[in-house]
């Protein structure tokens, strides 16, 4: 295909270039030996990771961002399934409307929302700022829980659901019995999808940073800052195996592109 | 399941939606402690005639508007190249390009310190070709900028524009070039105009990604190249300047929204013509 189309072949090829190589660099230079970032690395060695597993504010980051993104993830599912089937399900009015403000967290600019919590709810109301990040995760979650359940619920025959209350199940045996193993593949990518963002994300987080609690990126950032070391590139290299096993769990489950396929229609 | 109590099972993520978006996102627009309205509009129009601010303004439109045409003029082909592709190399091909967006921004963007810093590979390789005398100085630049955005949003425009091209039938290209339409023509003539709506949606998606994000020009960009995300934080957490915080963020929310609504506006205009 590329000697047929050296136009097209050149340019995917940059593309990939962009995208892939920036990530080799870090691999690479994670493993030096010196005590600079540079490239060629000095020497091979693993004191970088050894550093890196041993700094306690990453640690302690990469604890709090877990769970951060695990607690989101969770109370994002349990209020967007529900309004997912009251959207598609109930009577309900303006129901273009409802579907349109569970959505629209995803067009106002994330470090605006940022912004907002920070000066309303951590300033203005004095809340701690792990419930404040917890708030402003969960909304900007549940985009993909409503969109992704959303798509598999409209596959999902409302029939079957009719005919298991017809034989005398309750509305809520009939949900669990039968929509929701419907809904399996979908929840599953939306849960993977939002504990990923959750955990990568940066806009939103960057202003609701506390002493007690801080999340892994922006500890990073932070680090990048002060310090122009390779601990954070063997940090990195931690981070893309831990996502190359997530991005392998998703293949093997429900596939790849049928998790961003959901986003995008 | 059809009943008027499913309809009330929309309320709990409502209310959240409410006091934890809606609502603080209004306050904070309009009326941050100790700021009135009239305030906000002040800083506003003193912000859209300062050189200095509009220097920051025009720069987070210009690097957008580049970002978005690179992400198409590369995003586009691979697309295309994966969707026509028989090879069962393209499905592992595809997910590279996918994979990327479940990394994070920061693993991301930390690639191009190593990339173009001053110790850096391009840098470390002009030297020792013996080009340079000194290593150039590419970090903290526009164009550092533009390559960590590039990389960033890339995979967004090509999965847009692959499941436009997927949708395209190929027997179409065939005919075409059965009747004797060379490879360029049936591309223009066919393929981009069947997959424009894919191609606006991505160049939306890449273009509010690209005038919003933060961690590139953080990075990247240092404190020499100012965008509109990188100015909006150090009114909120450096000065804590509240009225030049909300004016900076009401233009970040006002050109993404300008921007999704015209995206919209050529997508229906497509529908019907």
Request: aromatic share 8%.
């Amino acid at each position: 295909m590329s000697t047929r189309r050296p136009v097209a072949a050149t340019l995917a090829v940059a593309g990939y270039v962009i995208m892939i190589v920036p990530i080799l660099f870090v691999v690479a230079t994670s493993f030096t030996g010196g005590s600079t970032l540079r490239f060629p690395p000095e020497g091979l060695s693993l004191r970088w990771f050894d550093a890196a597993v041993h700094h306690t504010p990453f640690i302690t980051a990469m604890v709090s961002s877990l769970q951060l993104a695990a607690l989101a993830t969770v109370l994002a599912l349990l209020l967007g399934i529900p309004a997912t089937l009251a959207i598609h399900r109930g009577r309900l009015p303006g129901k273009g409307l409802v579907e349109g403000l569970f959505l629209s967290p995803l067009i106002v600019p994330e470090l605006v929302v940022g912004l907002a919590l920070f000066q309303q709810l951590m300033i203005g109301l004095r809340l701690d700022n792990f419930t404040v990040l917890l708030i402003g995760h969960t909304v900007l979650m549940l985009p993909y829980a409503v969109r992704v359940t959303g798509a598999s619920l409209a596959l999902a025959d409302p029939f079957v659901e009719e005919a298991a209350r017809g034989l005398g199940a309750s509305p809520l045996r009939a949900f669990f019995t039968v929509t929701l193993p419907l809904l399996r593949p979908g929840i599953f990518s939306a849960a993977l999808l939002s504990f990923v963002t959750s955990f990568n994300n940066v806009p939103l987080s960057l202003l609701l940073q506390s002493r007690d609690f801080r999340t892994l990126p922006v500890t990073m950032l932070d680090y990048v800052q002060q310090s122009y070391d390779p601990m954070v590139a063997a940090t990195s290299t931690i981070i893309l195996a831990g996502t190359v096993l997530v991005a392998v769990v998703a293949e093997r489950t429900v596939g790849f592109a049928r998790i961003f396929g959901g986003i995008n229609r | 399941m059809i009943s008027r109590r499913t309809g009330l099972l929309v309320l709990p993520g409502l209310a959240l939606l409410l006091a934890g978006f809606l609502v603080p996102s209004a306050a904070m627009l309009l009326a941050p402690p100790g700021v009135s309205p009239a305030d906000i509009l002040a800083r506003l129009g003193q912000m859209l005639t300062d050189p200095y601010d509009l220097a920051i303004i025009w720069r987070t439109v210009r690097l957008g508007l580049i970002v978005t045409l690179i992400c198409l003029v590369l995003g586009f082909p691979i697309a295309y190249l994966l969707a026509r592709s028989t090879s069962r190399w393209s499905g592992v091909l595809l997910a590279l390009a996918i994979f990327p967006l479940l990394l994070s921004n920061v693993v991301r963007t930390f690639g191009w310190l190593v990339v173009l810093g001053s110790n850096g590979a391009i840098g470390q390789l002009l030297l020792a070709l013996g080009l340079v005398d000194q290593a150039p100085q590419l970090l903290y630049t526009e164009l550092a900028i533009v390559l960590g955005l590039t990389q960033l949003f890339l995979p967004l425009a090509i999965i847009s524009c692959y499941s436009a091209v997927a949708q395209v039938d190929p027997g179409l290209d065939d005919a075409a070039r059965g009747l004797g339409a060379s490879r360029t023509r049936t591309f223009w003539g066919i393929v981009a105009p069947l997959s424009a709506p894919g191609i606006v949606v991505a160049a939306t998606l890449v273009f509010a990604g690209s005038a919003t994000a933060y961690t590139t020009p953080y990075l990247l960009g240092g404190s020499s190249q100012r965008m509109l995300s990188t100015q909006l934080f150090s009114y909120s957490s450096v000065s804590i300047d509240w009225a030049a915080a909300s004016a900076t963020a009401l233009i970040m929310t006002v050109l993404v929204f300008v921007v999704s609504g015209l995206s919209s506006l050529a997508a229906r205009r497509g529908r019907t013509s």
